[in-house]
């Protein structure tokens, strides 16, 4: 079946190791996003790729970077953890981020990591 | 972004319908309603959209009042398996979409 997936589904690093979450699909979309999900919290989002251009939200702390080498593969890092940085990061894709109510515009949603930091 | 305004918890029981409802007195033309639910330890799952008229698929309904002000998520006939945090979104054209704090949907046997 397409999907999405995240590796690996629970990861612990360490305050302040740099740290690399990553995020496949097999639904060739053009758009892929990433979101942060802190305990008892909705998904907020951090930043998307519309094929290669790269959309940062502006309140993303510059300890976040992103990655897209290709259509299928999405990176999120994190430069250097803190406590607070402790969440479930989501990965979502969608054909077409850009066509509000187009079909295709439904996002599809990995089942996340769960990042500890210690 | 017009804002949504959720209950944040409502119950059901199971093989009853369930009505969530979501306020969203902002809503501009251009914005479309979206409805996802994320169920525990999962990612968020779409549901339904729709803009001005009232939309129906196998998962749900949802009702749009003539002034878009509101609208109602519609599961006909809750099952267990329906227990989720269901989250209304307003999303602009060519926006993305920003997640309220939704309502915890608990059905009960």
């Known amino acids: 079946d397409a999907m999405v997936i995240q590796n690996p589904r629970y990861q612990v690093t360490q305050f302040g190791k740099p740290v690399t979450l990553s995020c496949s699909q097999t639904?060739?979309?053009?758009?892929m996003y990433w979101y942060q999900q802190k305990s008892s919290q909705a998904p907020k989002l951090l930043f998307h790729?519309?094929?290669?251009?790269?959309?940062n939200e502006a309140d993303t702390p510059d300890n976040f970077q992103s990655r897209r080498p290709n259509t299928s593969f999405c990176f999120l890092d994190i430069r250097s953890p803190g406590l607070g940085d402790a969440a479930m990061y989501l990965c979502a894709t969608s054909r077409d981020g850009y066509l509000a109510g187009d079909p295709y515009n439904e996002q599809f949603f990995g089942p996340g990591t769960r990042l500890t930091v210690l | 972004d017009a804002k949504t305004t959720q209950p944040p918890s409502m119950d059901c029981a199971e093989g009853r319908a369930a009505n969530l409802p979501c306020n969203h007195s902002?809503?501009?033309?251009?914005?479309?309603v979206y409805w996802y639910r994320q169920i525990h330890s999962q990612g968020p799952q779409y549901i339904i959209h729709?803009?001005?008229n009232n939309e129906t698929n196998e998962m749900a309904s949802l009702i749009i009042t003539e002034d878009r002000k509101s609208s109602t998520l519609i599961l006909p006939h809750a099952t267990l398996r329906d227990t989720a945090v269901y989250y209304c979104i307003v999303r602009p054209y060519g926006g993305t979409m920003r997640f309220g704090a939704g309502t915890r949907l608990t059905v009960k046997p």
């Open positions: 639904l060739n979309h053009n758009v």
């Open positions: 729709g803009l001005k």
């Open positions: 902002t809503i501009s033309g251009n914005e479309y």
């Open positions: 790729y519309y094929d290669k251009d790269f959309n």
